[in-house]
């Protein structure tokens, strides 16, 4: 395929295993060929939750936002981080930290705030030697496998985020609000539902009842839309767990999830969550040059633990506020 614009459907390589693969041979600007092609690859995103562009030779983080601001018409700065990241410019952000031999198992970005990212933007600089891809599953799918009745309870209870901020483990105060004063905090925190307590060291501890399933904005469509089983403390590994609730306590864990009504949840549930999220799941090791696009609320992403070296780069962009994304008394009587 050449660097003109994609006058015809793209010959996209489709295979269970795998997301969506468009090969293109290598433009001379990789910014003008985004901007020509931007409608032919967001309707292969529609079609297929996400699409992997192969070919481009994305190298500069200026270079990958310019193609990113293309492809999405604007970037969002991101708020309520769960792990720090390294900003390169307006909207352009470094993979979260987290150490590399730990699984993020899947996740829809940011889906336990009320303005949520539609489409998430990522581009490999440096492949990793060994694993690090960035997996991804249908939503529609992982909630038609799960048992009826957990997602009807889910469904009609929402799932509770709670989180306890420091210094040490996951996103600053700072790093997570854009700003460290306390009354901006608050501000923030009313305005977007989510209930506060300043603990007498000064630190936040916040919870957030958000829904787990919510109906796709284009398709209408049904989708398992959270992060239930990657917040929670049973995803953790065992070791990682024991620490942390040795060091800040059952309640003061950095964060953690449970059933909309407080309860915890089962270490069996956690894990039947991120067994039915494997069988769904399609993955592609990154290449260098890579770009890759996928509709957040369609489709969740993961990114798998890796060796070696590995720069990839991430922006969110089409911010959405989902209707029902807060559970409400009619979700009940749905």
């Given at each position: 395929?050449?660097?003109?614009?994609?006058?015809?459907?793209?010959?996209?390589?489709?295979?269970?295993?795998?997301?969506?693969?468009?090969?293109?041979?290598?433009?001379g600007?990789?910014?003008?060929?985004?901007?020509?092609?931007?409608?032919?690859?967001?309707?292969?995103?529609?079609?297929?939750?996400?699409?992997?562009?192969?070919?481009?030779?994305?190298?500069?983080?200026?270079?990958?936002?310019?193609?990113?601001?293309?492809?999405?018409?604007?970037?969002?700065?991101?708020?309520?981080?769960?792990?720090?990241?390294?900003t390169?410019?307006?909207?352009?952000?470094?993979?979260?930290?987290?150490?590399?031999?730990?699984?993020?198992?899947?996740?829809?970005?940011?889906?336990?705030?009320?303005?949520?990212?539609?489409?998430?933007?990522?581009?490999?600089?440096?492949?990793?030697?060994?694993?690090?891809?960035?997996?991804?599953?249908?939503?529609?799918?992982?909630?038609?496998?799960?048992?009826?009745?957990?997602?009807?309870?889910?469904?009609?209870?929402?799932?509770?985020l709670?989180?306890?901020?420091?210094?040490?483990?996951?996103?600053?105060?700072?790093?997570?609000?854009?700003?460290?004063?306390?009354?901006?905090?608050?501000?923030?925190?009313?305005?977007?539902?989510?209930?506060?307590?300043?603990?007498?060291?000064?630190?936040?501890?916040?919870?957030?009842?958000?829904?787990?399933?919510?109906?796709h904005?284009?398709?209408?469509?049904?989708?398992?839309?959270?992060?239930?089983?990657?917040l929670?403390?049973?995803?953790?590994?065992?070791?990682?767990?024991?620490?942390?609730?040795?060091v800040?306590?059952?309640?003061?864990?950095?964060?953690?999830?449970?059933?909309?009504?407080?309860?915890?949840?089962?270490?069996?549930?956690?894990?039947?969550?991120?067994a039915?999220?494997?069988?769904?799941?399609?993955?592609e090791?990154?290449?260098?040059?890579?770009?890759?696009?996928?509709?957040?609320?369609?489709t969740?992403?993961?990114?798998?633990?890796?060796?070696?070296?590995?720069?990839?780069?991430?922006?969110?962009?089409?911010?959405?506020?989902?209707?029902?994304?807060?559970?409400?008394?009619?979700?009940?009587?749905?």
């Amino acid at each position: 395929m050449s660097s003109s614009p994609l006058t015809a459907p793209p010959d996209v390589e489709l295979r269970p295993d795998r997301p969506a693969i468009l090969r293109t041979e290598r433009p001379g600007d990789p910014v003008s060929w985004a901007a020509a092609n931007r409608e032919a690859l967001r309707a292969q995103v529609t079609e297929h939750g996400a699409l992997l562009v192969r070919g481009l030779g994305l190298r500069e983080p200026d270079q990958v936002g310019a193609v990113f601001a293309e492809l999405s018409g604007g970037l969002m700065t991101e708020r309520e981080a769960f792990a720090p990241r390294q900003t390169y410019g307006p909207g352009l952000y470094s993979s979260s930290t987290w150490p590399a031999n730990q699984p993020m198992c899947m996740h829809h970005e940011l889906s336990y705030t009320l303005e949520v990212p539609g489409l998430m933007l990522f581009a490999c600089t440096t492949p990793p030697g060994e694993g690090g891809a960035t997996a991804v599953a249908d939503a529609e799918e992982v909630l038609q496998a799960l048992p009826a009745a957990l997602v009807e309870r889910f469904e009609r209870e929402g799932w509770l985020l709670t989180r306890s901020y420091n210094d040490e483990i996951g996103a600053s105060l700072a790093e997570s609000f854009g700003t460290d004063d306390h009354a901006a905090v608050e501000r923030y925190c009313r305005a977007n539902a989510i209930d506060f307590t300043w603990q007498p060291d000064g630190s936040l501890h916040t919870r957030q009842r958000r829904s787990a399933v919510v109906r796709h904005p284009l398709s209408g469509r049904r989708c398992w839309f959270n992060q239930i089983a990657f917040l929670n403390e049973w995803t953790l590994a065992p070791e990682v767990r024991e620490y942390l609730v040795d060091v800040y306590g059952e309640d003061g864990l950095p964060f953690n999830t449970r059933f909309g009504d407080g309860t915890p949840i089962e270490e069996d549930v956690v894990q039947l969550l991120n067994a039915t999220y494997e069988k769904h799941t399609r993955r592609e090791p990154w290449q260098a040059g890579d770009l890759m696009l996928v509709d957040n609320i369609r489709t969740a992403h993961s990114r798998e633990a890796y060796a070696g070296e590995r720069e990839v780069l991430v922006g969110m962009a089409e911010p959405r506020r989902l209707p029902d994304g807060c559970p409400t008394p009619e979700a009940s009587e749905r």
